[in-house]
């Protein structure tokens, strides 16, 4: 069975500050990732994902995040926060070994305070 | 851009009614998709569908059914609504295969008195 784990499900970050929004995940095959941000009252966006290649992946709004295959980890980053970043963000995986669809972490509220 | 849209955004029922919640999405995608939100569980699968009349149960198919007659429409039924669910209910599309990313519809927020 395939799993993902956010360790943390507040973070808090100044403005300029850079942040890390940390996922651990659990699958038999070769994962695929992505992470996805969820504003107030609105569905999810596609940030990123991984599925093969360079480990530093780039996204939308300045995001990236760094796939650790020893430590099974895909956790987010981004170099300087803005308030505009405050949101719920989700990671989640997928086993590219089957047809199983999506497995969403719990979830990690990011507030960027000025 | 993909438009995934969903027929309520707020939609109060009561214990025992049959609701529906619609999903159409604008792409031709063939894989569409069924979660509920709950705070602190993340998103859940419900069900999904990878073509027109195929459905596959997701993590947490009781309770719910789901139909898709047409391509760009997959819609969820609750036969008997019940308190346990209230929840945010999001409909996702996608084109095949597992490393494609889904786009998500904004939401209905389902309350069951």
């Known amino acids: 069975a395939q799993s993902v784990a956010q360790p943390e499900d507040q973070v808090n970050v100044a403005e300029g500050n850079p942040l890390t929004v940390k996922c651990t995940y659990s699958v038999s095959g070769n994962p695929y990732l992505f992470w996805y941000v969820q504003y107030p009252n609105r569905g999810l966006q596609f940030l990123l994902k991984y599925i093969t290649g360079d480990n530093l992946v780039k996204g939308s709004y300045g995001f990236e995040a760094e796939f650790n295959k020893s430590q099974t980890s895909f956790h987010l980053k981004k170099p300087s926060a803005l308030v505009s970043d405050s949101a719920l963000y989700f990671c989640a995986v997928s086993d590219s070994g089957s047809a199983r669809q999506l497995t969403f972490g719990s979830g990690t509220q990011l507030t960027v305070l000025p | ?113």
């Open chain 2, 1 to 113: 851009d993909v438009k995934v849209t969903q027929s309520s955004r707020y939609l109060v029922k009561r214990t025992g009614e049959k609701v529906f919640l619609e999903c159409v999405q604008d792409m031709d995608h063939e894989n569409m998709f069924w979660y509920r939100q709950d705070p602190g569980l993340g998103l859940r699968l419900i069900y999904f569908s990878y073509d027109v009349k195929m459905k596959e149960k997701g993590d947490i198919p009781e309770g719910y059914s789901v139909s898709r007659e047409k391509k760009e429409r997959f819609s969820l039924i609750l036969e008997s609504a019940s308190t346990n669910q209230t929840s945010m209910y999001l409909c996702a599309s996608s084109i095949q295969g597992s490393y494609n990313e889904q786009f998500f519809g904004p939401g209905t927020r389902l309350t069951v008195l």
